[in-house]
């Protein structure tokens, strides 16, 4: 009996399936259910970020006018804390707060009270706030 080429083809093709599914069927794959626990693959390690540096601090911020010019707004605020508001520009102290900018003004004046230049002053924020105010600078700075 004559094998044909198509026969063995075929058994070729039966042969490999049959050893194919037989590998296959022969490994221990897990099926992971609620009823049972499968492990987990490895959590994958943070990648560590490099620290960041703080920007640099800026130069404190200084007084370019002499402080004790200042001296002048012991007696303005001596008024204002008796309730009398004399007219702004009239006074000293605003005459020398005048020309400077409002910030440059809150700064110096902050530091003069730091100085203890306009005497012991026990509330050194609102004493701030009422000399800037009465000479009509506006400003958000807090003096500490």
Not at 14 to 43: A, G, Q
Not at 44 to 71: E, F, G, N, Q, Y
Request: hydrophobic share 40%; glycine share 2%; charged share 15%.
């Amino acid at each position: 009996m004559a094998v044909s080429e198509t026969s063995v083809s075929i058994a070729l093709f039966l042969i490999l399936n049959l050893l194919f599914f037989s590998t296959v069927s022969s490994t221990d794959v897990k099926v992971c259910s609620e009823d049972t626990s499968c492990p987990h693959p490895p959590k994958p390690k943070p990648v560590p970020v490099p620290p960041v540096s703080p920007p640099p601090h800026p130069d404190p911020v200084t007084c370019a006018t002499d402080v004790l010019r200042l001296a002048v707004c012991k007696t303005l605020l001596n008024e204002l804390k008796n309730g009398s508001v004399p007219a702004p520009l009239s006074t000293p102290c605003c005459s020398v707060l005048e020309p400077m900018v409002d910030m440059e003004a809150a700064i110096c004046l902050c530091t003069a009270i730091k100085a203890n230049i306009l005497g012991v002053i026990f509330d050194w924020q609102t004493s701030f706030t009422m000399i800037l105010g009465a000479c009509g600078k506006v400003v958000s700075y807090t003096c500490k």
